[in-house]
């Protein structure tokens, strides 16, 4: 990776899409998030949790040279998540034209994380995800909870040339260790604005090649029908507090990264 050594010019290293326990399946601290950053020199990080706009404290990353971009996954009322980047106020259950109405009229940007995860991704949810693909800026090509097939890479691909989406490689992180796992790296002029650079730079991708595999992943347990048959009778409150709790009393080792290009794979 390349490091901030012009006076004309920054690197930007990002996260665009990671949840806190705010989101009902995340477990990070902000605090965490922000150690983290630190660790891994990722000085440009997108909170995104389930359809709540994160208010954070962005003072307390900035100090550490760190943009904190307030972001929001949005459910459309078939399921579908949809990112919205430097937006501030959430909708729920709209329709995927209200959701990317929503995410334009803040003036933010539409990133589509995951399109073929099952039961949430825009491309397993719809049968013609086009008018969301015309509207959007950038896709997911690699996401730490989902990984693409070999057909599902090739549609991606056809994506970004067919309607000019900027790929990302994003952690999807629920967890501290997660974080960070994938990363996107800007370079940009300095005191440029930092949405633009967005919209019209493509990104190079990395992954921490510390990791044989993402670090979000299900285990084989969990996938047994009798656990299943058995966890769902337990009421989702309950299951919840008990993870959160067991996750804040944890040890959590924040790893320094050791990256390694992903691009070179798909281009």
């Given at each position: ?8 010019k ?7 899409h990671c ?30 949790e ?8 962005k ?18 009322n ?9 937006v ?5 259950g ?5 959701v ?8 933010g ?21 086009s008018?969301?693909?015309e509207n959007?800026?950038?896709?997911e ?10 057909e599902?890479?090739r ?15 994003n ?29 019209s730079?493509?990104p ?52 320094t ?11």
């Amino acid at each position: 990776m390349q490091s901030n050594n012009s006076e004309n010019k920054k690197i930007i290293n990002a996260d665009f899409h990671c949840h806190t326990f705010k989101s009902f399946d995340g477990y990070t601290t902000p605090n965490e998030i922000l150690k983290a950053c630190i660790l891994k020199k990722i000085n440009c990080v997108a909170i995104t949790e389930h359809d709540l706009v994160n208010k954070l404290n962005k003072f307390k990353f900035q100090q550490f040279g760190i943009e904190l971009i307030e972001g929001c996954e949005y459910t459309t009322n078939k399921g579908a998540h949809i990112i919205g980047l430097f937006v501030t106020t959430p909708i729920h259950g709209g329709s995927y034209q209200e959701v990317i109405e929503h995410i334009q009229n803040q003036n933010g940007l539409v990133l589509i994380p995951h399109p073929f995860k099952k039961k949430s991704g825009i491309c397993s949810i719809y049968k013609d995800p086009s008018f969301i693909l015309e509207n959007s800026n950038m896709i997911e090509l690699y996401n730490g909870g989902y990984s693409n097939t070999k057909e599902e890479m090739r549609k991606i691909l056809e994506y970004k040339e067919k309607y000019d989406l900027k790929l990302l490689a994003n952690s999807d992180s629920h967890k501290i260790n997660q974080f960070g796992y994938y990363i996107n790296q800007f370079i940009v002029k300095r005191n440029t604005d930092l949405k633009s650079n967005l919209k019209s730079i493509q990104p190079e991708l990395f992954f921490d090649s510390n990791y044989k595999s993402p670090p979000r992943k299900i285990y084989k347990f969990q996938q047994n029908k009798s656990y299943q048959k058995y966890i769902l009778r337990i009421p989702f409150i309950i299951k919840r507090y008990i993870k959160l709790i067991t996750y804040l009393l944890s040890f959590k080792r924040i790893a320094t990264p050791s990256y390694s290009h992903l691009s070179k794979k798909w281009k």
